[in-house]
Nanobody
Framework: VQLQASGGGLVQAGGSLRLSCAAS????????MGWFRQAPGKERESVAA????????YYADSVKGRFTISRDNAKNSVYLQMSNLKPEDTAVYYC???????????????????WGQGTQVTVSS
């Protein structure tokens, strides 16, 4: 399994970015795909997740209403649309994949088997 994250960059506060995660190596119909982020000196935290087959989504409180996670079955890709970005959103963003997670495990980084390489998002004030 390979996950390739892209789409990061430098944006002003209030701006938008769209992150992409291209997944390959197997079918992901029974997987949960997650986006995590890690800022310098901080622990990796869950941002959003989606159940591939059902499309059920989960969001951290800090990004609800601003970020949207989605997936494209045809392209085997997961996206994170980020709007109204804030300086505190600055971090390296990672996509991750895990099979058949229960809800209580979805926000825990160690629950995920596969990780992409990370993409830097920097929001200037």
């Amino acid at each position: 399994v390979q996950l390739q994250a892209s789409g990061g960059g430098l944006v002003q506060a209030g701006g938008s970015l769209r992150l992409s995660c291209a997944a390959s190596g197997r079918t992901f119909s029974d997987y949960v795909m997650g986006w995590f982020r890690q800022a310098p000196g901080k622990e990796r935290e869950s941002v959003a997740a989606i159940r591939w087959s059902a499309g059920t989504t989960y969001y951290a409180d800090s990004v609800k209403g601003r970020f949207t996670i989605s997936r494209d079955n045809a392209k085997n890709s997961v996206y994170l649309q980020m709007s109204n970005l804030k300086p505190e959103d600055t971090a390296v963003y990672y996509c991750a994949a895990a099979p058949r997670l229960i809800v209580s495990m979805i926000r825990i980084p160690s629950s995920y088997n596969y990780w992409g390489q990370g993409t830097q998002v920097t929001v200037s004030s």
